[in-house]
């Protein structure tokens, strides 16, 4: 889509048939460009540096010149549509703007149809989904947008009844006059698009008018989900469109050199195409169970990959070799030192890697799950040798991404085979494509020290090394345009660095505290995992916290307490340990751990009991969590992304992660990569959301590195062990897939 001029999106918002409203075209000419819609709804203003304290305010300042660039319509049947610049990837998000929306407009949940965006090159960054940061970013603009239509459509009232607007009400989706008389927000949206309205004043309720959101709600989508009429990727009905998959590499990164038997993969049943592109051998068929036939028959002469010689035991002795070694402490000198390492660990999202593609000489047109639609639009007109605006790319609801759909490999591989094939295909990555080539959170290993004296911490040192972390999808351009120009910011940091010390941050009084990151460059498909950074760096922390208590003869709870340094964060905490009965007797082999972590505005405590009788066979039995997040919009969801959190720490901090054996993972499916089953789940888990104060803070991370501390610590206190890798059990008890 070619970026519209002022005049152009003015000209569409006042000639629409029916009420279309836009609170805003880019910070600077956001009160010119929509004087004739909505006067009132204010220009967003610019964080001082003083107030950037992590990767969120970071990227709300980088969308801070679109973020009013959003579009809501109320059609003639009454129904409100509104298009999301973000993607739903299964953690609600869709709901809680519904539920936004709903509020302002005084409708129910249920005429509210939420649109995900296409890509739209001239929202620059405000169209990126990622770092726990949607709701902040939104929560303003929504409520500004929502009550500007509110607002158009009560002064449409006002003028057919000849009345002041100011003695009209909104309810149950129409307008009310003071003697009863009602009319349906439908019956006003002609009237409300009208261009003789007049300048409308607009601004959203107070917080304490609200009556929907902070209530639970169950999600807009959940019927379709559960009933398989939720349509994702590959159910979408694109015309001639064939079904795709692709011959992989035996390594990571290998390239073709040759196909030996191409003309005899050609004659098998239903085959329609065989394409050679940088990722593999494509097989174009009329049945993807032909596909799949084609593909696994291909004798394919493979060139080396990037990390071919590269096994588990490698990689592990580079990162400790890079994480910056003590020096000698002074004689008398009281400290604890540990070491730690966690394993790869794939996204494993149920849907995996797919994309439909229709690509001819002069244009393209892109269907797929996408968290950085910009940047997939820009790379994939550049590869195709197209104008952006010769690419239309659509976001498609997916089933799953934990990170995994920051990137766009599926679709760029569609686009790919679909132009050297002539013809439309819709392409899948298998579910041993996605766990062996698909994008991974990287390993780390960890070193930490702390010193201490007289029942005090008087330093704490973290130096972490990891795996390096690949950026190129958007937020590496956010944070080029933003972090390096703020005033005293961060200067020329790196993107990882930047990352990590928005992030990673120590909640406690720990004297002198430092954190640090050194991230080992191996060519390997890695990807920014749930929490990033903060699932293994703080997970660390919180087991070594421990550490600390036992060595001072403190309680781990009452010790934590005393460390932290405010009172939001030890409310949580004291309402897990109240919740978890903290310190109640155990049977033998059976123990509690608690962790807490606090991140982009928000906070948790997390509270688990473990039955490690047999080591080898842990399982937590129970789980108490209290988060706080200044505004909850929705605090069902909000307990489902705590829950989905929970999960995550017990798969990765007992079973779940991958072995790299020379150059490519050893798991391939999910009965290989041990991912928690309901087996492994806690039957009693309980969750608690404090009271709203403030805006949203952050949640998507929130969840997963107070759950690793707990697991490991409830594990330590169980077994008389405090583990230092991760998972904890990490056998290889499957026989791999072939490569």
């Not at 049945?287 to 490698?314: C, E, I, M, R, Y």
């Not at 805006?695 to 594990?715: C, D, K, R």
Request: charged content about 20%; proline content about 7%; overall charge positive.
């Amino acid at each position: 889509m070619a970026e519209p001029s002022r005049r152009g999106f003015l000209t569409y918002l006042v000639a629409a048939p029916t009420l279309a409203v836009a609170t805003g075209f880019g910070a600077a000419g956001a009160a010119t460009a929509v004087a004739e819609t909505v006067a009132g709804a204010p220009v967003p203003s610019l964080p001082a540096p003083a107030d950037i304290v992590d990767l969120g305010d970071v990227l709300i300042l980088a969308g801070v010149p679109t973020a009013h660039m959003l579009v809501l319509t109320v059609g003639e049947n009454g129904r409100v549509s509104f298009r999301l610049p973000r993607e739903e990837v299964g953690q609600g998000l869709t709901t809680a703007v519904a539920m936004l929306i709903a509020e302002e407009l005084d409708v129910a949940v249920d005429r509210i149809d939420i649109r995900l965006e296409d890509a739209r090159p001239e929202l620059l960054f405000g169209q990126f989904t990622g770092s726990s940061n949607s709701i902040r970013s939104l929560y303003g603009p929504v409520r500004h947008t929502a009550a500007a239509a509110r607002a158009r459509l009560v002064r449409a009232a006002a003028k057919r009844w000849g009345l002041a607007a100011s003695a009209l009400r909104t309810r149950d989706g129409a307008v009310v006059a003071p003697d009863g008389r009602s009319a349906p927000y439908g019956s006003l949206a002609v009237e409300a698009a009208a261009r003789d309205l007049g300048a409308v004043t607009a601004a959203p309720k107070p917080e304490s008018a609200h009556t929907l959101v902070g209530t639970p709600t169950s999600r807009i989508d959940a019927r379709a989900m559960v009933t398989g009429r939720q349509r994702y990727t590959l159910d979408l009905d694109v015309p001639g469109a064939k079904p795709c998959m692709v011959r992989r590499p035996p390594t990571l990164g290998g390239t073709v050199t040759s196909v030996r038997n191409e003309a005899a993969v050609r004659a098998m049943p239903g085959v329609l195409d065989v394409v050679t592109i940088p990722t593999g051998v494509a097989v174009v068929a009329e049945t993807f169970g032909q596909a799949l036939d084609a593909k696994n028959k291909l004798d394919v002469a493979w060139g080396p990959g990037t990390v071919d010689g590269l096994s588990d035991d490698d990689i592990r002795a580079r990162l400790k070799a890079a994480a910056e070694p003590w020096v000698d402490l002074p004689p008398l000198t009281r400290h604890i030192d540990a070491e730690f390492d966690f394993a790869f660990a794939s996204h494993a999202p149920l849907e995996t890697n797919s994309a439909v593609a229709d690509v001819t000489a002069d244009r393209a047109t892109i269907w797929s799950g996408l968290k950085g639609p910009i940047v997939a639009q820009q790379t994939i007109a550049k590869e195709l040798g197209l104008p952006v605006d010769k690419v239309t790319v659509h976001v498609v609801q997916a089933g799953g991404s934990f990170g995994r759909r920051l990137f766009f490999d599926a679709a760029l591989e569609a686009a790919r085979v679909s132009k050297r094939s002539g013809r439309p295909v819709r392409l899948m990555w298998s579910r041993v494509d996605d766990t062996r080539h698909g994008r991974m959170r990287p390993a780390t290993h960890h070193r930490i020290r702390a010193t201490y004296a007289l029942g005090k911490v008087l330093s704490f040192d973290h130096r972490v090394a990891a795996v390096e972390t690949d950026f190129r999808h958007g937020l590496g351009e956010i944070l080029t345009a933003t972090v390096t120009k703020l005033p005293g910011g961060l200067g020329n940091a790196t993107f990882a660095q930047t990352l990590f010390h928005t992030t990673v941050k120590c909640p406690y009084h720990f004297g002198v505290t430092t954190q640090h990151l050194t991230e080992v460059p191996l060519k390997m498909p890695t990807a920014s995992w749930r929490s990033v950074y903060s699932a293994n760096t703080r997970g660390a922390e919180e087991i070594l916290v421990d550490e600390l208590a036992a060595k001072l003869g403190r309680d781990p709870v009452d010790f934590r307490r005393a460390c932290l340094k405010n009172p939001a964060q030890r409310a949580v905490l004291d309402k897990v340990a109240r919740e978890g009965e903290w310190g109640r007797p155990m049977p033998a082999g059976h123990a509690q751990g608690v962790g807490f972590h606090e991140e982009y505005k928000s906070r948790t405590a997390c509270l688990v009991e473990i039955d490690a009788s047999d080591p080898k066979k842990p399982r937590v039995t129970k789980a108490v969590i209290a988060a706080d997040v200044g505004r909850p919009i929705n605090p069902r969801g909000l307990e489902a992304q705590l829950l989905g959190g929970l999960t995550d720490a017990i798969s990765t901090t007992l079973r779940a992660g991958l072995h790299i054996d020379k150059g490519l993972p050893l798991e391939g499916s999910y009965s290989q990569f041990h991912y928690a089953r309901q087996k492994d789940s806690p039957p009693d888990v309980r969750i608690f959301i404090m009271p709203a104060t403030g805006e949203p803070g952050g949640a998507g991370e929130l969840g997963v590195p107070a759950a690793v501390g707990a697991i490991a610590n409830a594990y330590a206190r169980a077994t008389g062990t405090s583990p230092r890798r991760f998972p904890v059990n990490f056998d290889i008890d499957f026989t791999p897939f072939p490569r």
